[in-house]
């Protein structure tokens, strides 16, 4: 048991500056003072977010293998006397894709399948303009096959093939990314059809038990206890228990191989250790495995790059009271999950851009700062303002400090300001880091030696306040526009 004290690291998501006490109950791991930070402030911020949103959820944070906290807020079904633990199962949604995807990968190494082949080598009724459509395009979500394709609530895979498969594709297969929830129904049949047995039982086989995912299930399944499954609380419909089927009043093809997965934070965590081990995927299939479209969707995760090398392996899951994040990253066998018995979004996104920031900042080893050139000083200096994703207006105010730095605020509204530094990580690539040791990565847009004209963060542009641009930049602008 560790006693810390310390701020919050999420500006926008935690109160202006305060300081909170708290015990916290799990830690596991190196003893040294940047695992104990980690964990601190990866309860500070769930705790915070309890407080502030209602956040109710487990967290589990891991670093080279070793478990570093293990959190849990709120209640498993509204009752107070009720809490979460590690124990308790919430249902996955379309982190399940991860698990269909490894499934077939299993599949293809024991020789019974190829993400190569046609899928009319899998599936009945295939229509000839949908015949190029391969495995692995359903797995990428770059069949050519609009996402809104959708079919009735059936089982009956020979009927709802040429249902989903209406129209054919869009675009030549494997050109273009376009998230389709039905590909993935259909891989659940390819993985019947391949194995010779059901979708779950499959997955139980290749996936669960391989995993030691000994509490792992199905939504529509019924277990013994149901005293660990959690009851999602939804903004959009009814609440619901994790084991209950969100469309429909069994598990079919309307949601089967794209969600339905249930399982505790320990067991998920198995499934990212055995996703990453040789012993599971030989090297070819976990290449595969990791290797995206034309996007940064690959087969069943998205991968991006924190800096220039370290992968960012990750996948999230909303469905009606749950929502779910999974983010790993192989080259440093790290990891970390949230789960929450809601389908609050906004809440859930803040927590996890700032968990997955304090992981990322203290432990990747985000490359150091570099310096700035007078010109770029004078390119970045100004005034910023756009919206973000939750609809809050933002300011951004960039000033020139000393001879090499340049300070930040950032005024959320509301008489919300953060106050930091602007360190260059590469081209165009920097973040803003805070005084209360968050950082925000952004991107700026301009041409060379010009102003920056704009600025993104938190998946939203920030443009700038034409009084902000340099006079004689303005000058010069103006200068233009005369000779024109």
């Known amino acids: 048991m560790i006693q810390s004290s310390v701020r919050r690291f999420a500006a926008g998501l935690l109160s202006p500056l305060l300081l909170f006490h708290f015990t916290l109950p799990c830690i596991a791991g190196p003893e040294n003072k940047q695992a104990e930070f980690v964990a601190s402030a990866v309860a500070s911020t769930l705790r915070k977010a309890e407080q502030v949103f209602g956040f109710s959820g487990i967290v589990l944070a891991e670093y080279r293998g070793e478990i570093l906290a293990v959190i849990a807020v709120g209640s498993r079904d509204g009752n107070a006397e009720h809490p979460i633990t590690e124990d308790t199962l919430f249902e996955l949604g379309s982190v399940t894709k991860s698990f269909t995807a490894a499934t077939c990968l299993v599949l293809e190494q024991q020789g019974k399948l190829t993400i190569d082949d046609s899928i009319s080598l899998h599936l009945p009724g295939v229509p000839e303009s949908c015949r190029p459509i391969e495995v692995q395009h359903l797995l990428r979500h770059t069949s050519g096959i609009p996402g809104t394709n959708y079919g009735p609530y059936s089982n009956d895979i020979e009927l709802l093939t040429p249902i989903f498969l209406k129209g054919g594709p869009t675009s030549p297969p494997g050109t273009k990314f376009e998230y389709w929830n039905q590909g993935y129904a259909l891989l659940s049949a390819v993985i019947e059809k391949s194995s010779g047995k059901t979708y779950t039982d499959t997955v139980r086989e290749l996936v669960f038990q391989p995993a030691g995912m000994t509490t792992a299930c199905f939504t ?170 939750n609809g809050r207006t933002l300011t951004i105010s960039i000033t020139e400090s000393d001879s090499d730095k340049l300070d930040v605020s950032i005024d959320w509204g509301g008489g919300l300001k953060s106050q930091g530094v602007l360190a260059k990580r590469g081209k165009n690539q920097f973040s803003h880091l805070d005084v209360t040791g968050s950082v925000v990565p952004l991107e700026t847009h301009s041409a060379d030696g010009k102003p920056v004209d704009r600025i993104s963060m938190f998946d939203a542009s920030f443009n700038r306040n034409q009084q902000s641009v340099p006079s004689e930049c303005r000058a010069q602008n103006e200068t233009t526009k005369a000779e024109q």
């Open 220 to 389: 529509g399944d019924t277990i013994a206890d149901a005293k660990h499954v959690a009851i999602g609380q939804s903004e959009t419909g009814k609440d619901r228990s994790a084991l209950e089927p969100p469309y429909g009043d069994f598990y079919g093809l309307q949601y089967r191989g794209m969600g339905g997965v249930v399982a505790n934070v320990r067991d998920l965590h198995k499934f990212i250790q055995t996703i990453r081990s040789a012993q599971f995927l030989d090297e070819a299939r976990r290449e595969k495995l990791l290797t995206t479209g034309p996007t940064d969707y690959a087969i069943g995760w998205k991968v991006k790059y924190v800096g220039d090398a370290q992968q960012r392996v990750f996948h999230s899951g909303a469905v009606r009271g749950f929502l779910t994040s999974v983010t790993w990253y192989p080259g440093e066998d790290s990891s970390l999950i949230i789960m929450a018995n809601s389908d609050n979004k906004r809440s859930f996104i803040e927590v996890e851009q700032a968990l997955v920031t304090i992981l990322e900042r203290q432990l990747l080893r985000t490359p150091q700062d570099q310096q700035f050139t007078a010109e770029e000083r004078k390119t970045l200096a100004g005034t910023f303002s756009g919206k973000i994703p």
